[in-house]
């Protein structure tokens, strides 16, 4: 009952930028977070960045100094600004929220949710 429509992948060489962008949508009384993960073949999914409510941040290493989470309460929409994109970068890009959501009986449900990924890849 709960989407996250990504967008903004693509091919970059090294160097280059991308913007990703997630909106959410559906049954949502509330976002509490939301962030961005990514996944190469063979390895585990990690953390890139992710931001709550009150607007704190929490970045991977990786990142840190070449992207910038930020986001769009109004639109229910997390931006992950990508500078200086590296090989390494390479990875499915999924966003993820934390949604609280108003059940039965008034019954408040948090739950995380996953988007389907977009590909980045930074190859010359």
């Known amino acids: 009952q709960v989407q996250l429509a990504e967008s903004g992948g693509g091919l970059v060489q090294p160097g280059g930028s991308l913007r990703l962008s997630c909106a959410a949508s559906g049954s949502i009384f509330s976002i509490n977070a939301m962030g961005w993960y990514r996944q190469a073949p063979g390895k585990q999914r990690d953390l890139v960045a992710a931001i709550a409510v009150g607007g704190s941040t929490n970045y991977a290493d990786s990142g840190k100094g070449r992207f910038t989470i930020s986001e769009d309460n109004a639109k229910n929409t997390v931006y992950l600004q990508m500078n200086s994109l590296k090989p390494e970068d390479t990875a499915v890009y999924y966003c993820?929220?934390?949604?609280?959501?108003?059940?039965?009986?008034?019954?408040?449900?948090?739950?995380?949710?996953w988007g389907q990924g977009t590909q980045v890849t930074v190859s010359s």
């Open positions: 993820n929220a934390l949604v609280t959501t108003a059940q039965a009986m008034g019954i408040m449900t948090q739950h995380e949710y």
